[in-house]
């Protein structure tokens, strides 16, 4: 997709396809006004008969037939004005792209909506049509075998200001909403992959690929190497599996290397079948999604070092199968984990906990500023959140409400629960030094506060992205599919993080 940016005027403009937006209750603004003068008044009916009225994500489609310089017209509603956000606008900007590219419209473009709302400089603006734009136009088709070439698709999009001073600032908010649509393109086909193609050696090998491009630094952890560090909870999940786990690492060394890095730690679970304590089967072909807090902080890695942020980053994934092979895992199990600490296996389904432990703890080597990780974790999340929100959970207030912000400028919500000491009780084993899984209550805590105990020595906060992870119902800028959660979000937290 190109995305251009340049001085001109909506009224002025030739081209083939010019989309417009305006708020409920003011559609007649001074551009449409002018517009609408050369339309002899289209719109002003259209208006008055309320066929368009300006709603959030309403669009109308007029063919000029002459009468102006573009061939058409997209009208589209903000809404109301007063209740404005950044997403809005992201969400609108994907609605006009689908509709162009339905109407098999190649290029495209728009003059920016009037809108002077708090925080938000042009750049922004810039950025979140960009972002909404390409991020709406994703498509997974790698196992079609026909192909469809012949698909119109819209190639470009010029943003019109009438502000020369703008240009510069747009076109900066333009180059890092592809940077970061790059890394979520990247990270929703991980996810979109099945299990067959996404095993923990292929995550290992993208990895190892990502960070050739972006100048990463690549490391992958085999067998030999996890038991010489005793990762328990890893080498113990993966064990009912054929497929060798991998853990991998990556590091971008963005800013002197004294400063204390950000660790980001993501569940790479390729595929989950609840190992012993099987999964029933309707549905289970969904948990070859199990790897999305992998697959995510990949993303997010590989944004910050393809903006270049002056940040230190390392994402840290392990990588299984859950599988109830012969050698697998049994529920009454111990593991010992890198920590130290052992670990009852009461359910081999509560994997990503185990996994996750060692690490966390392999993060202390960074002597890490904060740890941050993200995980498709509980069932329970679901329930709690439902499909709209992520869990958050952490031992740092603070680290908590800048991920909160990161996650509302992004237009990713999260929303936290509480890890009080009084849920520690139901982890304790009667034989181990923890069980890991809690009861019936309370579960997205117990996994939560499982993950706390090696979590210790930083700053902490764990994102529960199991609702979040994948969409049935497809949204304005996410198809139908893996979403590519978090990463938007943990981006721009490492953007205000120096
Ligand atoms: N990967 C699942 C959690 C999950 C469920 C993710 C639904 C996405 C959608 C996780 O490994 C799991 O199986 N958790 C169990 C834990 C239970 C056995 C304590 C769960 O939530 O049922
Ligand atoms: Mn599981
Ligand atoms: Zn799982």
Redesign the pocket.
């Known amino acids: 997709m190109n995305i251009k940016v340049i001085k001109g005027s909506p009224i002025k403009i030739k081209g083939v396809c010019l989309a417009l937006w305006c708020f409920e209750k003011d559609v007649l603004n001074p551009v449409i006004k002018q517009v609408d003068k050369q339309l002899t008044g289209i719109i002003r009916q259209l208006v008055k008969e309320k066929i368009f009225e300006g709603k959030l994500n309403q669009t109308t489609f007029i063919y000029s037939l002459g009468k102006l310089n573009v061939d058409k017209v997209i009208l589209i509603g903000l809404g109301k004005k007063k209740e404005m956000t950044l997403d809005k606008l992201r969400q609108t900007s994907a609605t006009i792209a689908k509709i162009a590219e339905g109407k098999g419209i190649k290029k495209l473009m728009t003059n920016l909506p009037d809108m002077k709302i708090k925080g938000m400089p042009a750049m922004d603006i810039g950025q979140t049509i960009a972002e909404g734009t390409i991020l709406s136009l994703y498509k997974f088709n790698k196992y079609k075998s026909e192909k469809n070439n012949n698909e119109k698709k819209l190639s470009e999009l010029t943003l019109l200001t009438e502000n020369e001073k703008n240009v510069k600032t747009l076109k900066s908010g333009v180059s890092i909403a592809l940077k970061i649509s790059k890394a979520v393109y990247f990270t929703r086909d991980l996810i979109n992959h099945p299990g067959n193609t996404a095993t923990p050696t292929y995550l290992a090998e993208q990895a190892k690929k990502i960070a050739k491009q972006c100048n990463i630094k690549c490391k992958i952890l085999n067998k030999p190497d996890m038991e010489k560090l005793g990762m328990g909870g890893l080498l113990g999940v993966s064990k009912g599996s054929h497929q060798p786990p991998k853990f991998i690492i990556l590091e971008y060394w963005g800013t002197k290397k004294n400063k204390a890095p950000i660790v980001l730690v993501g569940k790479g679970?390729t595929f989950?079948s609840?190992g012993i304590?099987l999964?029933p089967g309707q549905g289970m072909e969904?948990?070859k999604?199990?790897m999305s807090g992998g697959a995510g902080m990949i993303g997010a890695i590989m944004a910050a070092a393809s903006l270049k942020l002056p940040v230190n980053v390392v994402t840290l994934v392990p990588a299984s199968e859950n599988m109830p092979g012969g050698s697998a895992n049994k529920p009454g199990d111990v593991l010992k984990t890198m920590s130290g600490k052992t670990i009852e296996v009461l359910?081999t389904?509560?994997?990503?906990r185990l996994i996750l432990a060692d690490a966390l703890t392999y993060a202390e080597k960074y002597k890490p500023k904060s740890v941050l990780d993200m995980a498709?974790?509980?069932?329970?999340c679901?329930i709690a959140l439902g499909n709209h929100a992520t869990g958050i959970l952490g031992n740092d207030e603070k680290l908590i409400d800048d991920i909160k912000k990161a996650g509302e400028v992004a237009g990713e919500k999260v929303w936290q629960l509480p890890l009080w000491e009084e849920y520690d009780e139901l982890i304790k084993s009667d034989i181990a030094d923890l069980k890991n899984?809690g009861g019936r209550g309370a579960?997205t805590i117990t996994?939560a506060g499982l993950l706390k105990k090696f979590a210790s020595e930083y700053p902490w906060a764990h994102l529960d992205i199991?609702g979040t992870?994948w969409t049935e119902k497809p949204k304005p800028y996410v198809p139908k599919g893996a979403v590519g959660v978090g990463v938007r979000m943990i981006v721009q937290y490492l953007r205000t993080s120096f």
Not at 349 to 352: C, L, P, Q, T
Not at 376 to 380: D, E, F, M, V, W
């Open positions: 679970l989950d609840g304590s999964k969904e948990m999604t199990d359910n389904d509560a994997e990503g498709t974790l509980t069932g329970a679901v899984i579960g996994a199991a992870a």
